[in-house]
């Protein structure tokens, strides 16, 4: 079996990033959910605080425990960890959980199809290994433009709440910091994958709990409905897929990993 590359990605890396689409693409759907009984804040924090220790237990479980970071990559590899985490994580979680409360989710998922275009030019310059030529230049376009028109531009101009345009450039803002932590992930050092994603995920909930409590205290008197749609986010879209995000994107290349933001809006709708 050959090695994976940006070129030639493999059909398992193929069949991980349709599983990445319908677990982000359903996350948008069960943040909403969740925000009905905790606070942006603390939907950001708890998530990453549940998936940050169920990581960590399963790296230490596999013999990837966050010593490893530091061992293999030294300072490099945690300030890479450190940068990502929050980067990919801690603002974009604030970000969507914020936007979320008032545009529809339909929205929030086009504007992660977004990600591919803003992920070009950020590849060109830092990452120009993976190969960008006018076919991937067209095919993303495309893959753009046609997402739109199967969803409906009406998506585009849902409404929301009266701060329906805070909500929209809180979700542009959140694309953004995927694709910037999405080339980042690509030009980290070397590391056991569950360890950094484990890192990425605990620094994370080291930035956002001690807010989370301070802006929205301790949860009370949560139902059952929200609570489990704050399990369901922490455990898949934020645990288990960061560890697969980790492998595609180092194996197959960020752009390649971007792929998967064509398919997520389909499922959010």
């Excluded at 991937?136 to 893959?143: D, K, M, S, Y």
């Excluded at 009406?154 to 803002?173: H, M, N, P, T, V």
């Excluded at 959140?174 to 950094?196: D, I």
């Excluded at 009370?220 to 489990?228: E, K, M």
Aim: net charge positive; proline share 7%.
């Amino acid at each position: 079996m050959s090695t994976p590359t940006p070129e030639n990605p493999g059909l398992i890396n193929w069949l991980l990033i349709v599983f990445l689409g319908v677990v982000w693409g359903a996350a948008f759907m069960t943040q909403a959910m969740a925000l009905e009984g905790f606070g942006p804040w603390s939907l950001a924090a708890w998530r990453t605080v549940i998936g940050g220790l169920t990581l960590w237990s399963i790296g230490a479980a596999m013999g990837q425990g966050l010593g490893r970071i530091g061992q293999e990559a030294g300072t490099r590899g945690w300030a890479f960890s450190i940068w990502i985490g929050i980067a990919s994580f801690a603002l974009p979680f604030v970000l969507l959980s914020f936007g979320l409360q008032h545009v529809p989710s339909a929205f929030a998922g086009i504007t992660m199809g977004m990600l591919p275009l803003l992920v070009l030019p950020l590849v060109a310059i830092f990452s120009p290994e993976e190969g960008i030529g006018p076919r991937r230049i067209a095919g993303v376009t495309l893959g753009f433009i046609g997402l739109v028109i199967l969803i409906g531009p009406e998506a585009l101009l849902a409404e929301g709440s009266d701060k329906a345009f805070w909500g929209r450039l809180a979700c542009i803002a959140a694309a953004c910091c995927y694709a910037v932590g999405s080339v980042s992930t690509r030009r980290a050092p070397k590391m056991p994958p569950v360890a950094f994603a484990a890192a990425t995920l605990v620094v994370a909930s080291v930035i956002l709990l001690p807010i989370a409590l301070w802006q929205e205290g301790l949860p009370r008197d949560l139902a059952l409905r929200p609570v489990l749609a704050l399990l369901y986010v922490a455990l898949l879209p934020t645990a288990i897929a960061n560890i697969i995000r980790v492998r595609v994107i180092t194996t197959a290349g960020s752009l390649f990993m971007t792929m998967t933001n064509y398919m997520v809006p389909v499922w959010a709708v």
